[in-house]
C-alpha cells in the first residue's frame, strides 16, 4: 500500500481512517477518530467497504475550523 501521505494532491473522494486522518493532518488514527463527530464527520457505512469519511465533508470541517464561510457546492444542499 502508497503511504497516504505520498498521496498529496491524489486524495480519494472515499477515505478509510489512515488515509483520512493522514489528510488531515492528524499524528495518528487515534487521534482522528476520537475528534471524530465533534471536530470531524462521522464516517459512513458502504457495504463491502466499510467505514468511510467522504473527502467533501471533511473539507467542510476544516473550513469550519479556520473560520471561512462555508461554500456552498451544490442548491440540493440547501434544501
Known amino acids: 500500500m502508497i503511504p497516504p501521505t505520498s498521496k498529496i494532491g491524489l486524495w480519494p473522494r472515499l477515505m478509510r481512517a489512515e488515509t483520512a486522518a493522514a489528510y488531515c493532518d492528524e499524528r495518528s488514527v487515534e487521534t482522528f ?13 458502504i457495504s463491502g467497504r466499510g467505514r468511510v469519511w467522504l473527502k467533501e465533508q471533511l473539507d467542510r470541517s476544516i473550513r469550519r475550523l479556520s473560520g471561512e464561510a462555508a461554500e456552498v457546492e451544490d442548491a440540493a444542499d440547501l434544501l
Request: proline share 8%; glycine share 8%; aromatic share 16%.
Open 33 to 45: 477518530t476520537k475528534r471524530v463527530g465533534t471536530v470531524y464527520p462521522r464516517s459512513v457505512y
